[in-house]
């Protein structure tokens, strides 16, 4: 079984920075695509950015200039640096990936979210 664990959310001030992580665990043979979304409320969910296993990067249409993914293969974890935090950016937060649990089969997992609130 694989599950995805977010951590990182708060409530942080305007102007604020945060690092979410999220990490793989479970019976994984790879990881392959790790990716952010976010979901705020009455919104759909958007993608905020994908990182490949090899480090290639794809921000969403609502790239943020203030958001860096990375991520550490050695831990199976994705990271998502924030900064300069606005009230807007309060959302839930999901880790998303694509898992290969054998060499032949493979399927797309979510975190349960983490809640991030900017507020003063």
């Known amino acids: 079984q694989v599950q995805l664990v977010e951590s990182g959310g708060g409530l942080v001030q305007p102007g604020g920075s945060l690092r979410l992580s999220c990490r793989a665990s479970g019976s994984i043979s790879s990881v392959r695509d790790m990716a952010w979304y976010r979901q705020a409320p009455g919104k759909e969910r958007e993608l905020i950015a994908r990182?490949?296993?090899?480090?290639?990067?794809k921000y969403g249409r609502a790239k943020q200039d203030r958001f860096t993914v990375s991520r550490h293969n050695g831990y199976n974890t994705v990271y998502l640096d924030m900064g300069s935090l606005t009230p807007e950016d309060t959302a839930v937060y999901y880790c998303n990936a694509d898992i290969y649990t054998t060499l032949w089969d493979s399927a797309n997992y979510w975190g349960q979210g983490t809640q991030v609130t900017v507020s003063s």
């Open positions: 990182i490949s296993a090899g480090g290639r990067t």
